[in-house]
C-alpha cells in the first residue's frame, strides 16, 4: 500500500463520494408501475444488496431487454459489472447511459479505465468530474495523463497543486515520484521518497519496494539493503527476502512499480483503495481495486486487495477466482493460495481448503505463514495430531523466539492438549505465557485445562483471575472463574460469575452445562435441570449429551459417584 494514514480531510472526501456511489445504484423508481420487467429489477436489487454482483449482473440484463436505455437500470448494471471486473461492458453501459442523458461517477469510473487502457489520454483531460467525485482521484488520473501525453512539465505542475493540497500531500508527492521514475528521473524519484521526515512521504511497503527500485538502478544496491533492513524484519516478507538476497548479489532490480501512464493511474486508483480500506464500504473499495487490475492485470498487490474485498462481502466464489489469478511462480503466491483455501473452506467444501494448504505446504513449507495456515486449519477441523505436525515445522523456522511467537506455542498446546497429551501441552502452553505473560488467551486456556483436571487448582485459579481482569467481557473466561471455583467446592463464588457468562454465551452448551452444575451445587434443582435441558437443544458434543442426558436422569450426585470423582461439598450447597 502507498501510505500508511490518510488524513482526515481526504478520508471525510472518499467517504463521502463512496455513500453516494454506493447508494445510487440501490435507489429506487420514482414511479414503480413503470418498472421495465419488475420482476429482473426487484431481484437485482436485492442481489445488489447483497453485493451478489453475479446474479445482479444477470437479473439486470434481463431487465434491460424490455428498457435497454433505462438510466437507473444502466446505472446499477455498470456498478454490478464493474464489481464483477468486466470494466469493458460497464464502460459500454456508460457510453448508453450518457446517450441518455444520465450520468454517474461509476459509469466516469469505467469511461475512464477504458480510456487509460486504450492510451486515449486527451479523453481524460476532457472528461469532467462527476458530483461527489473525489477531486485526488480525478487530478491525480489528468496528471497522469499529461505525463502519457509526453507533456511532464504540465504533469509535474500538477502533481505539485495536488502536493500543496491540505491532506493529499502524500499523494501528490508520491505520484509525482513515480512519473519521475517512469520518464527515467531516477534521481528526481529518489530525491521525494528519500525525504520522509523532511517534508517528503512516509511510505509503506509498496512505496519502499519502489524506493528500493529506483535505489538499485541508480547502482545504490547497498542503500536499498539498508533500506530493507531499515523497514523489514528478517522473514517477514518473502517477496522483500527475495529482493534482498538479488541486490546482495549484484543483480540491478529493475523498476516496475509503474512503468507507464496506464500502469500510473492503475496506481492510483490502488492508492484510493488503499486509503480507504476499512473506512468505508467494501464495495467502494472494490470499484477501484478492479479497475487497479483492468488496467494492469499483473498487479498481484491490486489482485490480493480485491480477492480480500470480495472475500468481506461474502462472495467467495469470485474470491478464489481472484485469488486463482496469481501466478504460482508470483512471490506471493503463497498468500493467494491460503486465501483461495479460507474462501474454499467457507464456500463448504472443507476438506477441498485443507487439501489446498496441504498441498501448498509441498511446495512453500519453508514459509512460516504456510505452515500456521496449516496447522489453523487443521485444528480448526478437529485434526489435532496432524495440526501438530504443522505447527511443529513452523516452531522449528523460529531461532530466536520472541513475544509475536506466543500464538505458535499456544496453538500447538491446544493441539496437544485436544490430542490428549496434556504433559506436553502444558509445557507449550507455559512457553507461550512466558513470551505474553498477561495473554488472556493463554491464561484462560491453560488455567481451564488445570481446572478441568482437578491439578494445581489454586494457580489455576491465579492465571483465570488474571486472564477476567485483561478481558473482562469475555463470556469464556467468565465460565472458566466460575468453573475454578466450582472445582475448588464455592459454588456460592461461582454463582455470580457463571450466570453473567450464560447471559454472555446465550447458547453455549459448555457454558449452560455448566450453569445447571452450579445450580445443582447450591440447591436449585429444578433450575439445574432446566439448564441442562437448555444445554441439550444446542446441540452439544455427542460425549457432552450423554452427560448430561444422565444427570437429567440420576442426578449429578449420582454421576459423580458413577465417574469416581469427589462428591459436590455439602456444607456450601443448599437444600431445595
Known sequence: MPFRLLSRRARFLATAVAVSLIGAPLTSFADEAALPAPGAYLA????????AFVPAAQYLDAALLADPTNPALLDRAIFANIGLGDIDKAAGMADRLLAAGGRSQAANLALVARAAKSDDFESILATKADAGS???????VKAWALVGLGRMSDATAAFDKIATTN??????????ALALASAGDFEGADKILSADGKGGVALSRRGVIAQIQILSQLERNDEAIALIDQKFAPGSDVEVDDLRRRLAAGEPIPYDVARNATEGIAEVFFSLAVAV???????FTLLH????VYLRPDYIDAILLTAGLLQGLNQDDLAAVAFAEVPADSPQFYIAEIGRAN???ASGDKEGGLNILRNLA???GQILAVQIALGDGLRREGQFAEAKLAYDAAIAMVTEPGPEHWVLYFSRGVSEERSGDFAAAEVDLREALKLDPKNPQVL???GYSLVDRGVKLDEALGMIQLAVAGQPDSGEILDSLAWAYYRLGRYQDALGPQEQASLMEPIEPVVTDHLGDVYWAVGRKREAQFQWRRALSFNPDEADAVRIRAKLEKGLDVVLQEEGAPPLHASDAASE
Open 44 to 51: 437485482a436489487g436485492v442481489a445488489l444488496s447483497e453485493f
Open 134 to 140: 473525489v477531486a485526488m482521484l480525478d487530478d491525480l
Open 167 to 176: 491532506g493529499l500531500e502524500a499523494f501528490g508527492l508520491y505520484h509525482k
Open 277 to 283: 480500506n476499512g473506512q468505508t464500504e467494501d464495495a
Open 289 to 292: 481495486s478492479r479497475t487497479a
Open 343 to 345: 474462501t474454499t473452506y
Open 362 to 364: 509441498k511446495t512453500h
Open 444 to 446: 484462560n486456556y491453560l
